[in-house]
């Protein structure tokens, strides 16, 4: 692996290892001057370089393990959700959330505070129950939820050592329909935006052109057939899947047009067997804002059409549940995330983003930890509340920096 999934990072290093034991892990980090651990690389930026070893944990054990109160399993780090899906499903069991990307890893998930949507569902973090990692000096250590350190140790970019394994909360298995509506005007959602929400298990809003009088795509995924809100009309889609990327295969799109399937479905935008959004040809940014403040945020968004329409392929809007976790987009504030799918332009990248943060910063926003961001945004982490204390953890777990590369150094500082 040379590059990240959109080719943005070429890799700075060509010393890599598959371990496929843990003791096998545990020695090569124990080895290791610098290390770090790579999952699908679905990240764009450079958190997952290093000038020294590159470590991947898909070749270690993949069993999914549930416990015996069926309330967590117990799943591999290295594994992609779409693995993880099928053996809980086939147990009767299932996630309550899953990112638009099936294929992306758990643990690289979980690192940088990636997420689904809906009102009752935190970030994919917080199913987290515990987690297993390799520390700096080789040793295997275990936190769990209730331990002092657990909410600084989730979402924790990779600092603090190599997961090997993590239980996640499960549930029951559950079926979802996806209804796709169509070209919806801008005012009426965004004044019944609570009621949108509320009225689905999880909420997506596609926007393909910020000038546009409406908003591209409302796509709901709810246990029953969903109702729009009064005063929001929309064009109801009858295919059977409409790809939220203008001129991408809709071939790639999970079952829409509500037919009830299975979780893992339908709560993934796209098929775990085909390629997802635009096949890696593209870029990423996120940020995380206060719902409260969203449709005012979008509101001034729609105002920087100019500048953000040449670069992007699609907007996304979802919203998550308060979490406690300290890096998490989601900390202590029930969340709206604003997404942007950008042309592999990047020119025009730093031309949007430049408009899009001048909205953000205005508004408290919150980067994603595995996206771009521009220059207002360059110091992550004063904008997490508990942001220098995770430095402070980070510093404890790893005080020779065997972790640390250029992302760290600049995140949690030289």
Not at 50 to 66: E, F, H, I, K, Q
Not at 175 to 189: C, H, K, T
Not at 342 to 354: F, Q, T
């Amino acid at each position: 692996m040379n590059t990240n999934w959109a080719g943005n990072v070429r890799f700075s290093t060509d010393r890599t290892a598959h371990p496929a034991t843990i003791p096998e892990l545990q020695e090569a980090v124990a080895a290791a001057d610098r290390v770090r651990a790579v999952g699908t690389a679905h990240s764009f930026n450079d958190i997952a370089d290093t000038t020294g070893l590159m470590v991947s944990t898909a070749a270690l054990p993949a069993d999914v393990r549930v416990a015996p109160d069926r309330r967590t399993a117990s799943v591999p780090a290295g594994a992609p959700f779409a693995h993880v899906a099928r053996a809980l499903h086939a147990e009767g069991l299932a996630l309550g959330n899953m990112g638009s990307l099936p294929h992306i890893s758990v643990a690289g998930a979980v690192a940088t505070g990636t997420h689904g949507s809906g009102d009752a569902n935190p970030v994919l973090s917080g199913y987290v129950a515990a987690i297993e990692y390799v520390r700096a000096d080789g040793a295997l250590a275990r936190v769990s939820r209730g331990d002092d350190a657990f909410d600084g140790s989730v979402v924790a970019l990779g600092a603090l050592g190599i997961a090997t394994r993590l239980d996640l909360d499960v549930r029951e298995s559950f079926d979802l329909r996806q209804d796709l509506f169509l070209d919806a005007p801008w005012e009426p959602v965004l004044d019944a935006f609570d009621a949108l929400t509320a009225g689905a298990y999880s909420t997506s809003l596609f926007i393909q052109d910020w000038a546009s009088p409406a908003i591209t795509q409302v796509l709901l995924k709810h246990h029953t057939e969903p109702r729009l809100p009064d005063g929001v009309t929309a064009r109801r889609s009858r295919a059977r899947a409409v790809s939220p990327v203008a001129g991408a295969s809709d071939d790639t799109v999970t079952l829409q047009g509500g037919a009830m399937g299975p979780w893992l479905e339908r709560l993934p935008h796209f098929r775990h067997d085909a390629p997802p959004s635009n096949a890696g040809d593209e870029l990423q940014s996120e940020y995380f804002v206060d719902r409260a403040h969203l449709p005012q945020v979008l509101r001034e968004l729609r105002r920087e059409a100019d500048a953000v329409n040449p670069a992007l392929l699609v907007s996304e809007i979802r919203t998550m549940a308060a979490d406690g976790l300290w890096l998490s987009g989601a900390h202590h504030r029930p969340t709206a995330g604003v997404h942007f799918t950008w042309k592999p332009d990047m020119p025009a990248v730093r031309a949007a983003l430049a408009a899009v943060e001048r909205v953000l910063d205005r508004h408290d926003a919150r980067p994603h930890w595995g996206k771009l961001a521009g220059p207002a945004f360059a110091d992550r982490l004063a904008r997490f509340p508990r942001g220098r204390d995770f430095a402070e953890l980070a510093a404890h777990n790893d005080p020779s920096g065997k972790f640390r590369n250029a992302y760290l150094d600049r995140v949690l500082g030289a």
